[in-house]
């Protein structure tokens, strides 16, 4: 699919590895001011985007910053293993953007409406966090060293509250004064492959909503006045994208039978972008799928998320002491 497709249907790429190979294939070489990087993993790979100019950064949709991506089909088949792997290699790669002293203050957000099981990804890590703030305050002793002070929130959505998730964390931020914000949310794919299976670390925050169309107010260093950081799990595609990925393969059929060859020269982008926008016209070309096997995704990607954020924050608890300190 072209970039002018993504534009026709008004779908925000999410995943900045998407965005860069969708320029990538328009330009038919590298993006000028982007820098990638590959490492392989037994059971993951992982890709770091580097928009280092702005004149890349208006090409993918993309602030400046640094975009990391674990991708991990085994996540879907329930490797345990693999899950494991992945929440170190999730670890390591969130320690890389910032550096804290022990006795940093760090807030978690978990984004997301907790009634709606594809956007739930942020509230379930949040229940599966390691917080610690009230420790330090009331019972110090609890603590080990290698600790650090966490607080999180799930604030819920505009449609529940009434109110801005950015509003409801800049004014926790002030009281609280964190030095960090990790921020996790779920994000729209390009590809049903990547439900479930991909996680994107971002160090330029996160704007709710954004994968599903609905612009919310950005939590960011410069909405929150600190590093934020966001991490991001596929759970939804949008359907224009599915049914144009159809098109795209029957026509690529057609053309390995002599007679129908002639069929599939004669079907013009406009006239399958007429068909997609017909049948997706009742949703106002806003319908998003996601796997009926959904619950068990969040409940797997929740569970590696948590795991990594907490290893990152606490190096000094084990895997056996990880339940002790649950909120």
């Given amino acids: ?11 925000n790429v999410d995943l900045a590895i998407e965005a860069h190979d969708i320029v990538r294939g328009e330009l038919g070489t590298e993006i000028p001011g982007a820098v990638v990087d590959r490492h392989k993993f037994p059971n993951a790979a992982v890709t770091t985007v580097k928009v280092v100019e702005e004149r890349a950064a208006q090409m993918m949709g993309k602030p400046v910053g640094t975009y990391i991506t674990i991708e991990a089909p085994a996540i879907r088949d329930n490797n345990r293993i693999a899950q494991k792997e992945v929440a170190e290699i999730l670890a390591q790669q969130l320690s890389s953007l910032f550096s804290l002293p022990d006795n940093a203050n760090i807030l978690i957000v978990g984004l997301g409406n907790w009634q709606a099981t594809p956007d739930s990804l942020g509230p379930k890590v949040v229940e599966q966090t390691i917080v610690t703030r009230h420790l330090y305050r009331y019972a110090p002793e609890e603590l ?54 991909t996680i994107q670390i971002a160090d330029t925050g996160v704007s709710p909503g954004s994968g599903i169309g609905n612009k919310r107010t950005g939590i ?76 068990s995704l969040i409940l797997d990607t929740s569970k590696i998320v948590a795991g990594g954020i907490s290893m990152a924050l606490h190096p000094a608890i084990s895997a056996e002491e990880y339940s002790m300190y649950l909120n």
């Fill in 220 to 295: 960011n260093r410069e909405t929150m006045g600190v590093l934020t950081i966001a991490i991001g799990v596929p759970t939804v595609v949008n359907a224009a994208i599915i049914a144009q990925i159809t098109i795209e393969h029957f026509l690529e059929k057609l053309k390995t039978n002599p007679m129908l060859n002639k069929v599939q020269q004669s079907v013009m982008p406009d006239y399958t972008q007429g068909v997609i926008n017909d049948i997706l016209s009742p949703f106002g070309g806003n319908l998003m799928v996601t796997p009926k096997e959904v619950d």
């Fill in 1 to 11: 699919m072209d970039l002018d497709f993504y534009k026709n249907n008004n779908i």
């Fill in 144 to 197: 080990k060293g290698g600790m650090r002070s966490v607080s999180a929130m799930a604030p819920g959505v505009l449609g529940i509250t009434g109110i801005e998730s950015a509003e409801i964390i800049k004014g926790v931020v002030e009281n609280i004064q964190p030095e960090l914000i990790i921020a996790i949310d779920a994000l729209a794919a390009g590809s049903v492959d990547r439900i479930g299976t």
